[in-house]
């Protein structure tokens, strides 16, 4: 795979380079692209023009050789002096030319950094202000790989696109303006084959684009099927389905092989030939020499100059060769990252309001995914203080509706309201000072234990994140760890049990004291010590807040103030546990249901 992938575009680089890309750069994404980067450049103007004065330098300094030369065949005697004289003054014009065109990469390279960093703050911006909808389409590996490797794509374009570029369209002019000098009639012998295969570049490229382009994107879903084959592979393995995921890589390859082949013999081939035209400067000049000899038009030390200037631009032109490939992945790159800077951000209020006392309504709410119904109009009041339990089936809805509460999403019909203020009126700081979520997944960060539980308030004192631990009983197992509030927790926590997570995020959620709590109640703990932690952390937690807890064992909430009963969407039935057993409907069907089953002992409910 590796081979297919990366050879076939850096063989397509070197064919589409000497044209400078002409035949793509001016499709539209190339040319949003490439205004795409000059605009980021803008701001680091004076180093892009350092970096392209030092590579102009450099690769003007890159002919000091064959200058040398010039000067040493038409000096015309053997002094010593003279001679010594001339290659003292070529190496320093070499050393002095590498030292320019190290500067200029090196600038370059420090505003392509820049630039990286500024764009993925700015990804990273927009996914913060755009609804959790919009990232919800959105593949998590997707999103890593635009924010990591497109991005770094686009540093790497941003770091060798002016050098590069400067170098490729400046030193052949210079070497041009010597040829002319020297005898305009090998000038246009050298000028010839570059302009020949420039326009054999184009109109190859033109009769190829579908070739390449069915080609790279059977290349991508390639990738793309690789990539969930590796992902799936804990869930193909318990479900014995290898097989079926390399079946659908197989049929891919053998797509993969058709295009290829049509690739090559449309696209590679062709250009291949446009390439060796274009890099055939100094056999030009030279046959062309040879015959000027011949008829006594010319002397052969003008000849030999002249076939060395040639083979300086040969040269140049392969060293420019990854141009084209570079200016085709900075556009696919591109279009990555502005569908993620383009994400529509949530609408923000108009009349933005703070509540204070924090009762919870719904008020005919729906919501839907896509063409799925997820909340059916949906009503019901939480007074402040009270804690009220979400209850049904798999699938009737429970974490969309408290996500919804969270502005995870926005209602599609109705609203939500916190104290009687619409959530869509109450600013995204506001509602997160105002609601704070304990959910089973989860989030824990690169950072020390003490840093994870002040996530929602950084500029938490010690003493208080302390006491939030203590509060959420995490305090014992954090004294255990090697530096105790110091830890630094290595992948994301991956060393502690579910139980300890969860009672990090009940103290992440007292330390943010917030007066509406949401929590989704774990299915399972893995032991009953750490059960009982947490359910004490639990009942630290609710006092005193109002409280939407979805209840997965309905005996942990048979105390509840208010227990809501959803199924495929719509609220059924509520009231307290007594009530809804004796009403004998849904909620009594699936209390009977796990009371019957062989349940562990259970402690004491939330409420
Ligand atoms: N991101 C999503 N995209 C599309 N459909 C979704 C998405 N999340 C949930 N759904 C669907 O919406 C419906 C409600 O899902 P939800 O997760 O809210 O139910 P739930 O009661 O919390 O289920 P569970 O108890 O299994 O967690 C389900 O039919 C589910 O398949």
Same mark, same amino acid.
């Given at each position: 795979?590796?081979?297919?992938?990366?050879?076939?575009?850096?063989?397509?680089?070197?064919?589409?380079?000497?044209?400078?890309?002409?035949?793509?750069?001016?499709?539209?994404?190339?040319?949003?692209?490439?205004?795409?980067?000059?605009?980021?450049?803008?701001?680091?103007?004076?180093?892009?023009?350092?970096?392209?004065?030092?590579?102009?330098?450099? @690769?003007?300094?890159?002919?000091?050789?064959?200058?040398?030369?010039?000067?040493?065949?038409?000096?015309?005697?053997? *002094?010593?002096?003279?001679?010594?004289?001339? #290659?003292?003054?070529?190496?320093?014009?070499?050393?002095?030319?590498?030292?320019?065109?190290?500067?200029?990469?090196?600038?370059?390279?420090?505003?392509?950094?820049?630039?990286?960093?500024?764009?993925?703050? #700015?990804? /990273?911006?927009?996914?913060?202000?755009?609804?959790?909808?919009?990232? =919800?389409?959105?593949?998590?590996?997707?999103?890593?790989?635009?924010?990591?490797?497109?991005?770094?794509?686009?540093?790497?374009?941003?770091?060798?696109?002016?050098?590069?570029?400067?170098?490729?369209?400046?030193?052949?002019?210079?070497?041009?303006?010597?040829?002319?000098?020297?005898?305009?009639?090998?000038?246009?012998?050298?000028?010839?084959?570059?302009?020949?295969?420039?326009?054999?570049?184009?109109?190859?490229?033109?009769?190829?684009?579908?070739?390449?382009?069915?080609?790279?994107?059977?290349?991508?879903?390639?990738?793309?099927?690789?990539?969930?084959?590796?992902?799936?592979?804990?869930?193909?393995?318990?479900?014995?389905?290898?097989?079926?995921?390399?079946?659908?890589?197989?049929?891919?390859?053998?797509?993969?092989?058709?295009?290829?082949?049509?690739?090559?013999?449309?696209?590679?081939?062709?250009?291949?030939?446009?390439?060796?035209?274009?890099?055939?400067?100094?056999?030009?000049?030279?046959?062309? @020499?040879?015959?000027?000899?011949?008829?006594?038009?010319?002397?052969?030390?003008?000849?030999?100059?002249?076939?060395?200037?040639?083979? =300086?631009?040969?040269?140049?032109?392969?060293?420019?060769?990854?141009?084209?490939?570079?200016?085709?992945?900075?556009?696919?790159?591109?279009?990555?990252?502005?569908?993620?800077?383009? #994400?529509?951000?949530?609408?923000?209020?108009?009349?933005?309001?703070?509540?204070?006392?924090?009762?919870?309504?719904?008020?005919?709410?729906?919501?839907?995914?896509?063409?799925?119904?997820?909340?059916?109009?949906?009503?019901?009041?939480?007074?402040?203080?009270?804690?009220?339990?979400?209850?049904?089936?798999?699938?009737?809805?429970?974490?969309?509706?408290?996500?919804?509460?969270?502005?995870?999403?926005?209602?599609?019909?109705?609203?939500?309201?916190?104290?009687?203020?619409?959530?869509?009126?109450?600013?995204?700081?506001?509602?997160?000072?105002?609601?704070?979520?304990?959910?089973?997944?989860?989030?824990?960060?690169?950072?020390?234990?003490?840093?994870?539980?002040? /996530?929602?308030?950084?500029?938490?004192?010690?003493?208080?994140?302390?006491?939030?631990?203590?509060?959420?009983?995490?305090?014992?197992?954090?004294?255990?760890?090697?530096?105790?509030?110091?830890?630094?927790?290595?992948?994301?926590?991956?060393?502690?049990?579910? =139980?300890?997570?969860?009672?990090?995020?009940?103290?992440?959620?007292?330390?943010?004291?917030?007066?509406?709590?949401?929590?989704?109640?774990?299915?399972?703990?893995?032991?009953?010590?750490?059960?009982?932690?947490?359910?004490?952390?639990?009942?630290?937690?609710?006092? =005193?807040?109002?409280?939407?807890?979805?209840?997965?064992?309905?005996?942990?909430?048979?105390?509840?103030?208010?227990?809501?009963?959803?199924?495929?969407?719509? /609220?059924?039935?509520?009231?307290?546990?007594? *009530?809804?057993?004796?009403?004998?409907?849904?909620?009594?069907?699936?209390?009977?249901?796990?009371?019957?089953?062989?349940?562990?002992?259970?402690?004491?409910?939330?409420?």
């Amino acid at each position: 795979m590796s081979n297919t992938s990366s050879s076939a575009p850096s063989e397509n680089s070197a064919a589409t380079s000497d044209g400078n890309g002409t035949g793509r750069s001016g499709s539209p994404d190339q040319s949003r692209a490439l205004s795409f980067l000059i605009a980021e450049m803008r701001p680091h103007r004076t180093g892009v023009v350092v970096s392209i004065l030092m590579a102009l330098l450099g @690769g003007v300094l890159s002919f000091a050789p064959q200058v040398g030369l010039w000067l040493t065949l038409s000096a015309g005697s053997a *002094d010593l002096g003279h001679l010594g004289l001339i #290659a003292g003054a070529v190496l320093l014009a070499i050393v002095l030319g590498r030292a320019a065109s190290a500067v200029s990469s090196g600038v370059a390279h420090q505003v392509a950094f820049r630039i990286q960093a500024r764009l993925r703050t #700015a990804i /990273l911006k927009a996914l913060g202000r755009t609804e959790m909808g919009f990232l =919800g389409r959105k593949h998590s590996g997707d999103l890593r790989k635009v924010v990591l490797d497109d991005v770094d794509k686009l540093e790497d374009g941003v770091a060798h696109l002016p050098p590069e570029l400067t170098a490729a369209i400046c030193a052949p002019l210079v070497a041009i303006a010597c040829l002319l000098v020297l005898d305009w009639r090998l000038a246009l012998a050298a000028l010839g084959p570059p302009l020949l295969g420039a326009y054999l570049f184009v109109r190859f490229m033109q009769r190829g684009d579908g070739a390449a382009r069915a080609y790279y994107e059977i290349v991508g879903q390639i990738g793309a099927a690789t990539a969930d084959a590796v992902r799936a592979v804990p869930t193909m393995k318990v479900f014995r389905q290898e097989g079926a995921a390399l079946t659908q890589i197989d049929r891919l390859y053998e797509r993969y092989i058709v295009h290829a082949r049509s690739w090559i013999r449309d696209l590679a081939m062709p250009m291949s030939v446009a390439n060796a035209v274009m890099s055939s400067a100094a056999p030009v000049t030279g046959v062309v @020499g040879i015959v000027l000899l011949a008829f006594g038009s010319a002397d052969w030390t003008t000849v030999l100059i002249a076939v060395a200037f040639a083979l =300086g631009i040969d040269d140049l032109f392969a060293s420019a060769s990854n141009l084209s490939f570079r200016i085709e992945q900075i556009a696919e790159a591109y279009a990555q990252i502005q569908t993620l800077l383009d #994400a529509p951000p949530q609408p923000v209020p108009d009349r933005p309001a703070r509540p204070k006392r924090c009762s919870i309504s719904f008020d005919n709410v729906s919501f839907r995914y896509a063409e799925r119904l997820a909340i059916d109009r949906l009503s019901f009041i939480i007074p402040a203080g009270e804690v009220a339990a979400v209850v049904g089936p798999s699938g009737a809805g429970k974490s969309t509706l408290v996500r919804l509460l969270g502005r995870f999403f926005d209602v599609a019909d109705g609203s939500i309201a916190i104290d009687g203020i619409d959530i869509r009126q109450i600013e995204a700081a506001t509602l997160a000072d105002t609601v704070s979520f304990v959910l089973q997944d989860v989030f824990l960060f690169q950072g020390t234990i003490a840093e994870n539980i002040a /996530l929602g308030r950084p500029d938490a004192p010690r003493q208080a994140i302390e006491q939030a631990a203590r509060r959420a009983r995490a305090d014992g197992f954090i004294a255990r760890l090697p530096q105790g509030y110091d830890t630094m927790l290595d992948d994301r926590g991956a060393g502690l049990s579910g =139980g300890e997570r969860q009672r990090l995020s009940i103290a992440r959620a007292l330390l943010r004291d917030t007066p509406v709590l949401v929590l989704d109640e774990a299915t399972s703990y893995a032991d009953p010590d750490n059960e009982e932690l947490i359910q004490q952390a639990l009942d630290e937690a609710v006092r =005193g807040r109002t409280v939407l807890v979805i209840a997965h064992r309905l005996k942990t909430v048979c105390n509840a103030d208010r227990i809501l009963v959803l199924d495929h969407g719509r /609220l059924i039935e509520q009231g307290r546990h007594h *009530d809804l057993v004796a009403a004998n409907g849904l909620y009594a069907r699936l209390w009977r249901r796990q009371s019957e089953r062989a349940a562990p002992a259970l402690p004491e409910t939330v409420a």
